[in-house]
Nanobody, 125 residues
Framework: VQLQACGGGLVQAGDSLRLSCAAS????????MGWFRQAPGKERELVAA????????YYTDSVKGRFTISRGNAKNTVYLQMSSLKTEDTAVYYC???????????????????WGQGTQVTVSS
């Protein structure tokens, strides 16, 4: 599956952004999806994940209550709605996919076989 992320930009603290990740190729609905981010000098971290059906979601503690991950399997797209953005949310955001497995999500980037190209999110104070 090929992934194409978009929607990043420069915003002020407190603003909102919605990232989109469009998938093409193999059956999108067969993949558990995640959004990662990587800030300069830091490791890539899992921000949110969603199961293949959309029935289960995961959020890292720092974004709970502010970010929402969703997917539209008919549109082969996964979204990350980000609200109340903080300067510490500044990073390059990547969407990633992994095939269905007994462990529906993992924080390890190495377990995701498919990656989008990344989209920059910059939050100014």
């Amino acid at each position: 599956v090929q992934l194409q992320a978009c929607g990043g930009g420069l915003v002020q603290a407190g603003d909102s952004l919605r990232l989109s990740c469009a998938a093409s190729g193999r059956t999108f609905s067969s993949y558990n999806m995640g959004w990662f981010r990587q800030a300069p000098g830091k490791e890539r971290e899992l921000v949110a994940a969603i199961s293949w059906s959309g029935g289960r979601t995961y959020y890292t503690d720092s974004v709970k209550g502010r970010f929402t991950i969703s997917r539209g399997n008919a549109k082969n797209t996964v979204y990350l709605q980000m609200s109340s953005l903080k300067t510490e949310d500044t990073a390059v955001y990547y969407c990633a996919g992994r095939e269905i497995s007994p462990l529906w999500f993992t924080r390890s980037a190495k377990e995701y076989a498919y990656w989008g190209q990344g989209t920059q999110v910059t939050v100014s104070s």
